[in-house]
């Protein structure tokens, strides 16, 4: 933003979870209903037109995106949250169990609770969850002072294991059709290998030397501005 502001960077935040509540919406009344009035199955509509697209479930980037952004731009916010570790997490876990609640019937029902879960459903979710993250970021919260093993590399590799997961499902039924009907904990193993694997090099190859590139754009930037800055001055 050439002027930013909290009142845009809300408007745009907004706007973007009214944009997914709308598509839902559109989706359940004139696809998911039509075909369950019929007493036609609808998960596969379910799945092709409301799960899989990422335009529908912006929600759970969003809140992450909403965490950085009060984390680097709004410090006093910010600390003002990591003194409040265990409201944000029974608010989240609290807002999680009220999801969860809703897409129970979503399989099987466009009606009652499951519509509300299919609406509006995945940003309470998206919200819940993002209190428990900022929980574990708290200086107070019971989830701060929970270490678990490898949760930091899950983190790192989270939007490239984001991007990748799903083609690697059909890569491995591909490569190895027998080992599901072998062993399903094998087939699962050998799933979650290529995914870490894949999302490794790609973080690594692309991901990584990016972030490398724009913290020095970063840096040389605020460089000039304040070499210019001490130009100008008298």
């Known amino acids: 933003m050439r002027k930013p502001s909290v009142r845009k960077t809300v408007a745009v935040l907004g706007g973007l979870v009214l944009f997914g509540i709308c598509v839902r919406a559109f989706v359940l009344f004139h696809a998911l209903r039509p075909l369950g009035s019929a007493g036609q199955s609808f998960g596969l509509e379910y799945i092709e037109r409301i799960y899989y697209p990422t ?71 998206a919200l819940g969850l993002g209190l428990l993250v900022a929980s574990a970021l708290s200086t107070n919260g019971l989830l701060s002072r929970v270490k678990v093993p490898g949760a930091r590399l899950i983190a790192t590799l989270a939007y490239s294991l984001y991007l990748t997961h799903k083609e690697l499902i059909h890569l491995v039924d591909l490569c190895f059709p027998a080992i599901a009907q072998v062993n399903l904990f094998l087939w699962l193993g050998v799933y979650a290998v290529f995914c870490l694997i894949v999302a490794a090099a790609l973080y690594l190859c692309v991901e990584r030397p990016f972030l490398i590139l724009r913290d020095r754009g970063s840096t040389s930037g605020r460089s000039e501005r304040a070499a210019a800055r001490l130009t100008v001055s008298p």
């Open 55 to 125: 335009y529908s479930r912006l929600d759970g980037l969003l809140a992450g995106v909403t965490l950085a952004l009060i984390r680097a731009f709004r410090p006093i916010w910010w600390s003002a949250l990591a003194r409040r570790g265990h409201t944000l997490f029974c608010l989240g876990l609290g807002m999680v169990g009220v999801a969860a609640w809703l897409f129970k019937d979503r399989w099987i029902s466009v009606t009652g609770a499951s519509a509300f879960g299919t609406v509006i459903g995945f940003p309470l979710l």
